[in-house]
């Protein structure tokens, strides 16, 4: 942050129950910046106790394992200001794995009916935090991230803010976030759900916000989240049972996607044989 060409900004980091000397090294980095301590209340809560302390007219988010590229709040000011009608900017971003070094340019490739674009993509995220700016005023209107939402809040914020205003996408990489192996793919049967039921939450609140989620369309977006549900489970944390049930349930909501059955009870047979043959 410190190197950024835009220099008219204010640093604030929440320290949500780290067990870190945060302070010591956030002051010795950057003196000017406030810390605000609180007990571990998960992200949402630590991101919306960040956007009251702000003053400043524009927020920007940073996970504590991203970095902003030099021009990142320079450019997305810039496009707020000329386009004061936007409800937030997002920039492309230069994704590092960890394992292997490499790195992989993901452009910011959506800006037109970006609600419907986001919300085809729910199961895989949309827009991550550490890509956005966000008018503070917008955020008083549509809400900060809701605190019941236990992955995937920033994608529920992101459909409040697009489902009434539109979007500014900068194609030019200016965050750079890192690909934790371990730690990026849901395996646990914690995790899975989590996953699961968030979705699920997003979809009811916004189906009962307004019209824009027709019957046959919200059907379809319950019966995807089961579906990738159904895949995590099998592929990801190896429990077949859990998987077949969630399929059942896809099944239950997209009654005539047979492509999809065949995909999983393929890999389903083919998982119980692999186990059958190491007994």
Known sequence: ITQQTFTDYEIIVVDDGSTADVARVVFAIAPQSRVILQPNSGVATARNV????????????????????????SEQVAALQQSPQAGLAYNGYILQDEATGTNTVIPADVSEDAYHAFLKQLAAGNIMPSQMMVPKAVLDEVGLFDPQVKIGED?????????????IAIDRPLTIMTHHPGRSVLNGHQQIDDALQS?????????????????????????DAHGV???????????????????????????FAPALMRFYVRHIRDFLRARSSRQ
């Open 50 to 73: 960040g956007i009251a302390a702000a003053r400043g007219q524009y927020i920007a988010f940073l996970d504590d394992d991203d970095q902003f590229m030099p021009a990142k709040l």
């Open 155 to 167: 994608a529920e914020l992101v459909l409040r803010i697009t489902r009434t205003y539109p979007i």
């Open 199 to 223: 979705r699920l939450y997003i979809i009811h609140k916004l189906a009962a916000m307004d019209g824009q989620i027709p019957p046959t369309y919200k059907r379809r977006l319950l019966g």
């Open 229 to 255: 549900a159904s895949g995590q489970y099998l592929f990801n944390s190896k429990q077949v049972t859990q998987a077949v049930e969630h399929l059942l349930r896809s099944f239950y909501w997209l009654p």
